[in-house]
């Protein structure tokens, strides 16, 4: 079953950082990377290890850069809120 507002309003966020709050009461922060029907996949920011330089080979989901950024998917059917927020480097 898709979840069409949910979804539509995912869809508006995409590419963009928000804060999603669950029904259960999570919270997740990072960048919409993805959406369908049945979920909607956040690319959550890894922290920074001491020492370790940036890399920037290869990509997640082509918008991306890879491994500083790690993928949670969460169903439609669960989000209580979406929440845009800034986001700066």
């Known amino acids: 079953m898709m979840h069409q507002y949910p979804y ?3 869809m508006q966020y995409l ?3 928000v804060r999603v709050q669950m029904n ?3 919270v997740y922060e990072g960048f919409i990377a993805n959406v369908d029907q049945e979920k909607v996949t956040l690319a959550i920011p890894a ?3 001491e020492g ?3 890399q920037f080979f ?8 890879y491994g500083r ?3 949670l998917g969460l169903p439609l059917a669960g989000l209580g809120g979406i929440y845009p927020l ?3 480097i």
């Open 52 to 54: 370790e330089h940036r």
């Open 86 to 88: 800034g986001f700066f």
């Open 47 to 49: 922290p920074e290890k």
């Open 15 to 17: 590419h963009r950082y």
């Open 24 to 26: 259960d009461g999570k």
């Open 69 to 71: 950024f790690f993928p």
């Open 58 to 65: 290869g990509t997640f989901g082509g918008f991306f850069p």
């Open 8 to 10: 539509h309003v995912c």
